[in-house]
């Protein structure tokens, strides 16, 4: 049994470090995944030799080839059950390091194993998986609104509208080719943004573009918007991530390298750099430039998004300098064809990826 299941938390755990590692690219999981699996074969290497002597995988009564099938020849087993995609994989695999933790702890309580074994270190053990399970799924449900993000980030900024409908200059920035519409109003009432916000998500998402709010944590809450975008003078970012579902995503706006670093490290889906050209857009913004983008782009790993003063000539050079992801305001706003604007960054852009990568 201690074999079995010693077996079962690291093939577990080994499983969840390279999910975290290869396919999240993320550092901080994978090395707690790593070090929680050094640590229990540590805490168990005197009971190796042991351990292979008692040994019997051929005659085992659960192996899947020596018992005659169940249920119709379906073992119902997390092995056979069927996965729907990385999360399912994520979630069996911790549910079975957590199961094997939890046989382990039982069994140090036994008098004759708790000399060689510390039952409270299997609790601990199984409790840091029950966060690093939370967190790996809450990862992966946001990996593919991330993925989606790399292309046209448009802000509807309210006050840009001279009085054109919301909906119809959504449609017309959706049809031009953007990825994301992101609702920003600096002056009204919630209570009159809250309509306008549901209408925007419900169009959004029936045509799969992004939908993020800015500054508020309970109109993005509200109208479940796919995520949340704040500055400095908002709430936290760590409590943001704490009250927001698991599956919204946070972008931050920084106009330094160690602001950016400090976004990443805090659980930043993205950050919004800026401004990068002068604007008259922001009052009181400062002027960052393309060399900041660079630099920062060296150091963090999550999307970056440029902004401020952006517009069809320079967007070439921003992209070229590194960002993942373009957001505009007047470039699109200030135009009488939205629609057209629109394309017309989408072209360059893309002219310019073109150019990067054939370079
Ligand atoms: N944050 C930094 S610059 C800026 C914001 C919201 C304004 C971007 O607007 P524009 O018109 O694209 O320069
Ligand atoms: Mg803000």
Known sequence: ????????????????????????NDAELSH???????????????????????????????????????YGGQKLTMETASLQGLSDLVTANAKRVEESLRVMEELAKLPEISSMLNSTGFEQARFAVYTLERDLVSKISRRGKIEGMLGLYVILDRQFLAGRDE????????????????????????????????????????????????????????????????????????????????????????????????????????????????????????????????????????????????????IGEVVAAGADSIAVISAVLHEEDVKGAVKGLVENMNLAKEECQNQ
């Open 1 to 24: 049994m201690i074999d079995a299941n010693l077996n079962r938390s690291s093939e577990g755990l080994r499983v969840l470090e390279d999910v975290a590692r290869f396919l999240l």
């Open 32 to 70: 707690q995944l790593r070090a929680l699996r050094h640590d229990l074969a540590q805490e168990t290497k005197s009971l190796g030799i042991g351990l292979l002597s008692q040994r019997n995988s051929e005659h085992d009564v659960g192996h899947l080839n020596s018992t005659p099938p169940l």
């Open 167 to 314: 909906l119809d200059i959504a449609s017309h920035i959706i049809d031009g080719g953007a990825r994301v519409i992101q609702l920003r109003d600096k002056q009204s009432k919630k209570g009159e943004l809250l309509p306008v916000a549901q209408k925007l998500k419900e169009f959004c998402s029936k045509l799969d573009v992004l939908f993020i709010i800015n500054d508020y944590l309970d109109l993005a809450m509200a109208v479940d918007a796919d995520g949340l975008h704040i500055g400095h003078e908002d709430l936290p970012l760590p409590v943001i991530r704490r009250e927001l579902p698991i599956d919204k995503i946070i972008g931050c706006s920084v106009a330094t390298v160690s602001q950016a670093a400090k976004a990443q490290a805090e659980g930043a889906d993205y950050i919004a750099v800026g401004s990068i050209f002068p604007t008259t857009t922001k009052k009181g913004t400062t002027v960052v430039g393309v060399d900041t983008l660079k630099e920062l782009k060296r150091t963090v790993s999550i999307p970056v998004v440029a902004i401020g003063g952006i517009n069809r000539d320079n």
